[in-house]
């Protein structure tokens, strides 16, 4: 005789298919594992590209794609001389991101390999209180050794996050988070061919140190895009005419006017969803608020090297240290040598550019683990940025992997020229 039990659970079973037979009939389950969407999608979207990261691979099993999350700590190179004893999520931090679609049923198993607890929110994807993630609220704390499932359909589609609900303050801190998108079951229009996924955060580190300092609230001294500084970040590339699509997501403590040369762009979406048309302003800057998402889509007509970056300029900056004298506007002729000899190392400001400072970290030895505030080479000398700064590459001809192609090649008569020396 059949147990309460199973009765539940076929009677779930057949419920969960007839809804997934509504929502999702195009969506047969795949043999194997796969990261391929399409099953779930009336139209493949083009994959979503995590810049110095991956998409998160999945199992079809009974018609649920499932998803498994293991929270631990791990290492994170943010460019190489500085390594980062960091927490995050299958081996990274970001943690990878997320992809389904809409209508899709997704089960998300959760290990627990920290030393503490922790708990996994879905940040913005509407589900039942129970899933929401919250430790305390709606379950206990995932303990360590732990693994626990969260199953949700998923009715919505755009970009959203997760992150823990759990010792928040820290865990954010040292790098738990990760992207969730959630494609939508139509084509979007017009389609986009290039979609990729970018994760913004602040850190203090302080210089000689290798761990997040989660005590910090307001002083961050590392800005970065997928937890990597320029000049590691990689470049996103792009070919002449594609409609490209940026998702930025925000778990910093602080805002982040994302700015876009050589575009402008419309913000297509939030983490609330697509932003109708008749509300999407042009901008070339777009501030992305602390616990939000934001979409931008441009058509990439002019090729070149764009820069993509933050607009608070400290925050394309790497480690530095704030506490320093303003000297700027003063006659420091025959100053400099004499504080040098006190400090090894000072530089005036305001009177040579701050570029001499990242010739001069070539040769000389700062703290240990610690990367000097700008060090981007570019084909025309120092580029003088770190921290959340990137390049588009635009260019008429790409590779089929989309590699980096090296620096833009000027047309003759197109670049700015000097007049007199
Ligand atoms: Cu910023």
Same mark, same amino acid.
């Given at each position: 005789?059949?147990?309460?039990?199973?009765?539940?659970?076929?009677?779930?079973?057949?419920?969960?298919?007839?809804?997934?037979?509504?929502?999702?009939?195009?969506?047969?389950?795949?043999?194997?594992?796969?990261?391929?969407?399409?099953?779930?999608?009336?139209?493949?979207?083009?994959?979503?590209?995590?810049?110095?990261?991956?998409?998160?691979?999945?199992?079809?099993?009974?018609?649920?794609?499932?998803?498994?999350?293991?929270?631990?700590?791990?290492?994170?190179?943010f460019a190489?001389g500085m390594?980062?004893?960091?927490?995050?999520?299958?081996?990274?931090?970001?943690?990878?991101?997320?992809?389904?679609?809409? %209508?899709? #049923? @997704? &089960? +998300?198993?959760?290990? =627990?390999?920290?030393?503490?607890?922790?708990?996994?929110?879905? /940040? $913005?994807?509407?589900?039942?209180?129970?899933?929401?993630?919250?430790?305390?609220?709606?379950?206990?704390?995932?303990?360590?050794?732990?693994?626990?499932?969260?199953?949700?359909?998923?009715?919505?589609?755009?970009?959203?996050?997760?992150?823990?609900?759990?010792?928040?303050?820290?865990?954010?801190?040292?790098?738990?988070?990760?992207?969730?998108?959630?494609?939508?079951?139509?084509?979007?229009?017009?389609?986009?061919?290039?979609?990729?996924?970018?994760?913004?955060?602040a850190w203090a580190i302080h210089p000689g140190?290798?761990?997040?300092?989660?005590?910090v609230?307001l002083d961050f001294n590392m800005f970065t895009?997928?937890?990597?500084v320029f000049p590691?970040?990689?470049?996103?590339?792009?070919?002449? %005419?594609? #409609? @490209? &699509? +940026?998702?930025?997501? =925000?778990?910093?403590?602080d805002?982040h006017p994302?700015h876009? /040369? $050589?575009?402008?762009?419309?913000?297509?979406?939030?983490?609330?969803?697509?932003?109708?048309?008749?509300?999407?302003?042009?901008?070339?800057?777009?501030?992305?608020?602390?616990?939000?998402?934001?979409?931008?889509?441009?058509?990439?007509?002019?090729?070149?090297?764009?820069v993509?970056h933050c607009h608070k300029s400290h925050h394309t900056m790497n480690a530095m240290a704030h506490d320093i004298e303003n000297t700027l506007g003063a006659d420091q002729r025959g100053v400099e040598e004499r504080i040098q000899a006190l400090l090894p190392g000072y530089m005036g400001m305001g009177q040579r550019g701050m570029s001499e400072m990242q010739d001069m970290a070539q040769h000389m030895k700062g703290p240990?683990n610690t990367l000097p505030m700008m060090a981007g080479k570019g084909?025309f000398g120092n580029i003088e940025m770190g921290g959340m700064f990137?390049?588009?590459?635009?260019?008429?001809?790409?590779?089929?992997?989309?590699?980096?192609?090296?620096?833009?090649?000027?047309?003759?008569?197109?670049?700015?020229?000097?007049?007199?020396?």
């Amino acid at each position: 005789m059949a147990t309460r039990r199973q009765l539940l659970g076929s009677f779930l079973a057949a419920a969960g298919a007839s809804l997934g037979h509504r929502l999702a009939r195009a969506a047969e389950p795949l043999p194997t594992t796969s990261t391929t969407l399409a099953p779930g999608a009336a139209v493949a979207p083009p994959p979503v590209v995590t810049p110095d990261g991956a998409s998160l691979p999945f199992e079809w099993k009974d018609g649920v794609k499932e998803f498994h999350l293991t929270a631990e700590p791990v290492w994170r190179e943010f460019a190489p001389g500085m390594r980062v004893k960091c927490w995050g999520y299958n081996g990274t931090t970001p943690g990878p991101t997320i992809e389904a679609v809409e %209508g899709d #049923r @997704v &089960r +998300i198993l959760v290990t =627990n390999k920290l030393p503490e607890r922790t708990s996994i929110h879905w /940040h $913005g994807v509407l589900l039942p209180p129970g899933m929401d993630g919250v430790s305390g609220l709606t379950q206990p704390a995932i303990m360590p050794g732990e693994t626990w499932a969260y199953e949700f359909t998923l009715r919505q589609h755009g970009t959203q996050m997760y992150h823990p609900h759990a010792d928040e303050m820290l865990q954010m801190a040292v790098g738990m988070m990760g992207l969730f998108v959630i494609h939508p079951r139509e084509a979007a229009t017009p389609p986009v061919d290039r979609d990729f996924a970018i994760m913004l955060h602040a850190w203090a580190i302080h210089p000689g140190t290798y761990r997040p300092d989660p005590a910090v609230m307001l002083d961050f001294n590392m800005f970065t895009f997928n937890s990597k500084v320029f000049p590691a970040t990689a470049p996103l590339v792009v070919k002449t %005419g594609q #409609r @490209v &699509r +940026i998702r930025f997501g =925000n778990l910093s403590m602080d805002e982040h006017p994302m700015h876009l /040369h $050589g575009f402008k762009f419309r913000v297509t979406g939030t983490d609330g969803g697509p932003v109708p048309a008749s509300a999407q302003l042009p901008e070339t800057t777009t501030l992305v608020p602390v616990g939000a998402t934001r979409d931008i889509e441009f058509v990439a007509d002019v090729p070149g090297d764009w820069v993509l970056h933050c607009h608070k300029s400290h925050h394309t900056m790497n480690a530095m240290a704030h506490d320093i004298e303003n000297t700027l506007g003063a006659d420091q002729r025959g100053v400099e040598e004499r504080i040098q000899a006190l400090l090894p190392g000072y530089m005036g400001m305001g009177q040579r550019g701050m570029s001499e400072m990242q010739d001069m970290a070539q040769h000389m030895k700062g703290p240990k683990n610690t990367l000097p505030m700008m060090a981007g080479k570019g084909p025309f000398g120092n580029i003088e940025m770190g921290g959340m700064f990137t390049i588009v590459k635009v260019r008429d001809e790409v590779s089929a992997d989309y590699a980096d192609p090296g620096w833009y090649e000027h047309p003759e008569g197109t670049r700015a020229w000097k007049v007199r020396a």
